[in-house]
């Protein structure tokens, strides 16, 4: 217990070592900057920006908050940086650039003809209001970038002072001349701050130096609010927004919701029913992570956050922990917790690493959205019920694990396994069934219409009338066991296809504001890889099963 005590304690530690504090330069994050429809930190503005071009929030160590405003002050000085991403073999084979580089300069790939070309062909194939292939969303994505790049720049996409009337702020370029002086003193202080810096000055000096770059953001920002009172009153918002990007949450979550697993892997290896109370601590404190970081994102935008693919991969990874924590509770099977746990931590770290698929950024909703009424009760509980397939998705990938091990010698976990799918699939479809149907109303109270075979609930359907058919096959006797391990990971696939295919494969109908771009070929590894697993293991048990019956 003591050694256990040990370890929680360096966790805390290092958990407490991951919030920042304030410290001299840091006052440039919380500048406000009018961006997207919304009032963001320059913080969240900076990195952003800098993720569209060069597809990290940071450049060879550097923060995108220096990055951004040296591309104002000095663009040529970028003119022979390659921090321009393409991916894409189609659009470099197009462009005749090489296919094994990924980073290239503004004047390798806009430089030429070929670009003017490209864009005159990607502007066709908008017109025929098709959904635009892989090719044609990286030729969209790449004058995504030259535009950003561009108005950066040119001082025109950072829009920091409120107007005395109205609601659009003024861009840099365009300030009045008095506030031209005051964010020439932020610049200035910024140009003399980072030469200190990059020059190994002293660390006063640095100081010194990072202290005049904050006076002159706090001048700045006096005056601003000062011109439009209201209009600046984001200061609680902002500072928040910044914790929540220095702190992130849902990275701390799934840390702790892994070390939950190892623990539990451990209780089975050393069978130590005492370190069980250890796996729930460690789950408890990534399950309090989780829900302050879906918290902050709730506070920050005054809405449910579940108005795009990752903000519901993050509250179906918050379900499939509360989900598995209640069965847990009841049942005591432990492979609930552990099913859990991966499940949820999988979840989100594919959030946290792929953000060219999964937007975590903080955007305002689309209009058909902005009812709070019906985006909480509709949206929250259609996807809440993703979360308990996903649980038995994860339980099915457990039970054929135990079906290679050998089936009668794991009888009694493979039951164990299957009651807990059963349950999850019986409150799936709890929440799925009202889901839909509460969908209905709000399509009622939006479109006109109740029910109209849009793809979104004709896939939402085929997926509660595939768990249904399970539920109803298992309490009818017709599937045993081993048919509740298997379709527990089939069925999950009609999930897949109404939370994501829709959206990003198929991109029609009237849910267009939930259409994405990007990762088909990993999601469909995915599904094929779990199908080619379900064959194999059916075939080795057919083996065996024919190898009793003969012996």
Do not use: C
Not at 76 to 94: G, P, S
Not at 161 to 169: A, C, D, F, V, Y
Not at 471 to 484: Q, S, V
Request: positive net charge; charged residues 20%.
């Amino acid at each position: 217990m003591k050694k256990l005590l040990l370890v929680l304690t360096t966790v805390l530690l290092s958990f407490s070592a991951g919030v920042s504090f304030a410290k001299p330069g840091d006052q440039l994050k919380y500048l406000p900057v009018q961006d997207g429809g919304r009032i963001k930190p320059y913080d969240s503005f900076s990195k952003e920006m800098l993720e569209i071009v060069y597809g990290k929030s940071t450049y060879e160590g550097r923060k995108a908050t220096e990055i951004i405003l040296t591309w104002m002050l000095s663009p040529q000085a970028w003119a022979d940086k390659k921090i321009f991403e393409v991916r894409n073999h189609q659009v470099l084979e197009a462009l005749k650039l090489p296919k094994d580089q990924r980073y290239f300069n503004g004047q390798e790939l806009f430089g030429s003809e070929r670009f003017t070309l490209l864009r005159q062909e990607l502007q066709a194939k908008r017109e025929t209001k098709e959904k635009l292939n892989p090719y044609f969303q990286a030729l969209q994505r790449l004058e995504n970038q030259f535009f950003v790049f561009q108005e950066v720049a040119a001082g025109r996409m950072m829009k920091v002072l409120p107007p005395k009337e109205g609601t659009s702020w003024i861009a840099v370029a365009d300030l009045p001349e008095a506030f031209q002086q005051k964010f020439v003193g932020i610049t200035t202080a910024f140009v003399t701050y980072i030469g200190q810096v990059a020059s190994g000055a002293n660390a006063g000096d640095i100081e010194s130096s990072a202290t005049k770059l904050d006076e002159s953001i706090v001048a700045f920002e006096t005056a601003a609010r000062a011109e439009n009172p209201t209009a600046y009153d984001h200061d609680t918002k902002i500072k928040a927004e910044v914790h929540y990007n220095d702190f992130h949450p849902f990275r701390w979550a799934y840390v702790f919701y892994i070390l939950a697993a190892i623990v539990l892997l451990l209780v089975w290896a050393l069978s130590k029913e005492s370190m069980m109370k250890a796996s729930w601590v460690l789950l408890g404190l990534g399950f309090i992570l989780h829900t302050y970081g879906f918290g902050l994102r709730m506070y920050i935008m005054e809405r449910a956050p579940v108005s795009n693919m990752y903000e519901t991969v993050i509250w179906v990874s918050w379900g499939v922990i509360l989900f598995a924590s209640i069965l847990e509770l009841i049942y005591k099977f432990r492979m609930i917790l552990f099913a859990g746990t991966l499940v949820s931590a999988f979840a989100l770290v594919i959030a946290d690493f792929a953000p060219a698929v999964l937007d975590p950024t903080l955007q305002p909703l689309e209009p058909v959205l902005r009812s709070n009424y019906w985006l909480t009760i509709h949206v929250m509980t259609i996807t809440i019920s993703y979360a308990a397939f996903f649980l038995a998705f994860g339980l099915g990938d457990l039970g054929l694990f135990y079906y290679l091990k050998g089936e009668e010698k794991n009888h009694d976990k493979i039951r164990a396994i299957v009651t807990a799918i059963y349950r999850s699939m019986q409150i799936g479809v709890a929440f799925l069934a009202p889901g839909i149907i509460l969908g209905g109303i709000w399509a009622d109270y939006s479109w006109g219409r109740f029910w109209g075979w849009d793809p979104k609930e004709t896939w939402a359907l085929i997926a509660l009338l595939g768990y249904l058919a399970v539920l109803h096959a298992r309490y009818a006797g017709m599937i045993k066991n081993f048919g509740m391990v298997v379709t527990a990971i089939i069925t999950f696939s009609l999930v897949i296809m109404a939370w994501y295919g829709v959206n990003f494969v198929l991109g029609a109908g009237l849910h267009s504001y939930g259409f994405g771009a990007g990762g088909i070929e990993y999601v469909s590894a995915f599904v094929a890889v779990h199908m080619l697993m379900v064959l194999y293991v059916w075939v080795i048990r057919q083996g065996r099963t024919k190898k009793s019956a003969n012996s």
